[in-house]
């Protein structure tokens, strides 16, 4: 069982669209990580978010941490193959510290 | 500076049989955790191992076993393989400064089919 529910499952868009991958609980988390994984691959850190409200940029990737830390967003800007993969979100509670709960994920695939 | 490595990569084995998967983790980092990865679901967390005992440990049965050794390497042991052990097995490592850890990187993981 996810305790962090992402949406949509999977998303195809071509080179140049843009994108936004959601991530929501009903739990409050301290920090929240995105991934992306590749197949065969394990996940990658992308960004954490650790303050209520916050907002990342990381290049083409734009992250939002929500105002009562329970949900968060992934938005793509002008998408490239390069950003096919599977994107996870995982969050940290304050209670168990160094143990992600991680959702489904959101496949992406990109298209020429 | 070498990252998370894990052996074997991949893995066959046969129901009832027991396996040994390892790791190493990044360079400087003293906290390792596991997590098993069914296919088009996300890891789900197994335990976590610190100063060579389990701190945390998820929803899994106690056929499911760990160790970490004084260099921080760990392995994780599973005992009377069932079919629905398959999955991508996924160490991570961190380093726990006070109460809290850093932020944790993956290794590759290794490919576990039961058959």
């Known amino acids: 069982t996810q305790l962090l529910e992402q949406s949509p499952q999977f998303l195809s868009i071509q080179e140049g669209e843009n994108l936004t991958v959601y991530c929501n609980s009903s739990?409050?988390?301290?920090?929240l990580q995105w991934y992306r994984q590749e197949p065969g691959e394990g996940p990658v850190l992308l960004v954490t978010?650790?303050?209520?409200?916050e907002v990342k940029k990381l290049k083409r990737l734009t992250f939002q941490f929500g105002d009562a830390r329970k949900d968060s967003s992934l938005h793509i800007t002008a998408a490239q193959t390069g950003d096919t993969g599977l994107y996870l979100c995982a969050g940290e509670s304050t209670d168990s510290w160094g143990k992600l709960q991680f959702g489904a994920g959101t496949q992406v695939v990109v298209t020429p | 500076d070498a990252g998370v490595t894990q052996s074997p990569t991949h893995l066959i084995k046969t129901r009832g049989q027991q396996v040994t998967l390892r790791c190493s983790p990044k360079s400087g980092h003293d906290t390792v955790s596991w997590y098993q990865q069914a296919l088009g679901q996300g890891p789900q967390f197994i335990f976590q191992?610190?100063?060579?005992?389990?701190?945390q440990r998820g929803n899994f049965p106690d056929r499911f076993s760990g160790h970490q050794f004084p260099n921080y390497s760990s392995e994780l042991n599973v005992n009377a393989l069932l079919l629905g052990d398959s999955a991508l097995y996924l160490c991570a490592s961190s380093f726990r400064t006070g109460v809290r850890n850093t932020e944790a990187f993956f290794g590759q993981g290794t490919r576990l089919t039961v058959v």
């Open positions: 978010v650790v303050t209520g409200g």
């Open positions: 739990s409050v988390f301290s920090s």
């Open positions: 191992y610190y100063e060579e005992e389990e701190r």
